[in-house]
């Protein structure tokens, strides 16, 4: 009887056996499929340019490229995909920047998010447009300006001041700009909850959060109490192309039915309560948590500015201007916070979102913005770098070097043009 059974349970252990090795062939087969099927759509799996950071929390992976076509569905007057280079600093450059300049170089770091970053081809980002056109402008042989775009997905003025602190500051920077973006109140909220503050009380280190042990989960819609299922689906989302497969497929059978249901101005209930809201200061009352966040933000742009100040780093700020600010979805008051802070702290402020406003202002969003997204085509970046440029040429602002010659007609002729 005993051999009898010991037979049968060998027997079945071989059947769980043999069941065991076929799933996992099968699955190891669907995974390679889902592979070159991503492959094949010009796709990878989620978040695989981005690689964690002990101080700036994290960095576009070092010398890696990403191809972006995820615009092209619903932007027929963009069908090009474009690649994202890397280089070994993680900054979107084609070659590595020296620590020590060249004689005559003009060194100028651009520090922002997505839309520093540029949702377009490199030579079409703002950093890359400015240099670009400095240099035509300049009328001195031994004078080159260097640009160098250090934009990031959701870096925001914490992660902008650590960047200065522990990396920019040994490049020898001449002037630094920084972008703040509509959402960098809600990022700086986030970068809080694990910012290691020094003995002066000032930003030390913004170490990864772990997701999977973290209280919330920060989605487009709002920011909610992190679940098992959210758990599981991040852990698929970082792991498994099918998965990833899946996911994109799902997107792209899904019609927005109209622009302004890709960004939501959420409203607290029970199940996010106590949770800080992406885009919260874009509402046109602030509640008590709002204006702390924002005062929180002020104040890092505050130590930021007297940081360059100190060590005689030119600044100059600006704020990214979102269409559904010109279509008063969202409020404005941010831009205005901010100028008013840049006059109170004498750092000279590029109001991007009056100075394109009769540009924008009335426009249908596929003009200078991508449908159904929040950021700039390359139309947008234009007319953005632009005004960059006609705002670090202007004498009042003293941004550029004495040396620089340049007569401003002819950037406006070729305006004209």
């Not at 280089?87 to 770091?109: A, H, I, M």
């Not at 080159?144 to 650590?162: A, K, R, W």
């Not at 909220?189 to 503050?197: A, F, S, T």
């Not at 249908?364 to 007319?383: A, E, L, T």
């Amino acid at each position: 009887m005993a051999i009898l059974t010991n037979n049968r349970f060998n027997k079945l252990l071989k059947i769980i056996t043999v069941n065991l090795i076929i799933f996992i062939i099968l699955l190891l087969g669907i995974e390679t499929l889902s592979y070159f099927m991503l492959k094949w759509f010009g796709l990878t799996k989620f978040g695989d340019n981005i690689i964690p950071h002990a101080y700036l929390n994290h960095t576009w992976k070092p010398n890696y490229s990403k191809t972006h076509n995820e615009w092209i569905q619903n932007n027929p007057d963009f069908p090009e995909p474009y690649v994202h280079f890397y280089n070994s600093q993680g900054w979107l450059e084609l070659y590595d920047v020296t620590k020590e300049k060249k004689p005559g170089t003009y060194r100028v770091f651009y520090l922002g998010d997505s839309f520093t970053e540029g949702t377009c081809s490199m030579d079409q980002s703002v950093p890359s447009i400015v240099e670009q056109t400095l240099n035509n402008m300049s009328k001195d042989p031994n004078l080159d300006f260097e640009v160098i775009n250090t934009g990031t997905s959701s870096y925001s003025p914490i992660i902008f001041y650590l960047l200065m602190r522990h990396v920019l500051i040994d490049y020898s920077p001449d002037l630094v700009v920084i972008n703040v973006d509509m959402s960098d109140d809600f990022d700086d909220w986030k970068y809080r909850q694990n910012l290691i503050l020094d003995e002066k009380g000032d930003p030390f280190a913004a170490p990864p959060r772990n997701i999977y042990t973290s209280d919330f989960i920060d989605i487009d819609k709002e920011t909610r109490k992190l679940t098992l299922w959210n758990k599981l689906s991040l852990f698929l989302m970082q792991n498994s192309n099918t998965y990833n497969l899946i996911f994109e497929i799902k997107k792209k059978s899904l019609r927005v039915v109209n622009d302004t249901q890709a960004v939501t101005l959420s409203k607290s209930n029970n199940q996010n309560k106590g949770f800080y809201q992406r885009w919260a200061w874009c509402r046109n009352k602030w509640d008590d948590l709002t204006e702390e966040n924002v005062a929180k933000t002020m104040v890092v742009l505050r130590k930021l500015a007297a940081f360059c100040k100190e060590r005689k780093i030119k600044i100059m700020f600006t704020s990214v201007p979102h269409y559904r600010q010109y279509n008063s979805v969202f409020s404005s008051r941010p831009h205005y916070e901010i100028a008013k802070l840049a006059k109170e702290i004498g750092v000279p402020y590029l109001n991007s979102f009056e100075e394109l406003k009769p540009l924008i202002q009335g426009t249908p969003q596929k003009k200078y913005y991508y449908n159904y997204d929040m950021h700039f085509n390359p139309r947008g970046y234009k007319i953005w770098a632009d005004k960059h440029v006609q705002f670090l040429i202007n004498g009042q602002n003293m941004l550029l070097p004495k040396k620089f010659t340049s007569i401003k007609k002819t950037f406006d002729r070729s305006e004209e043009r």
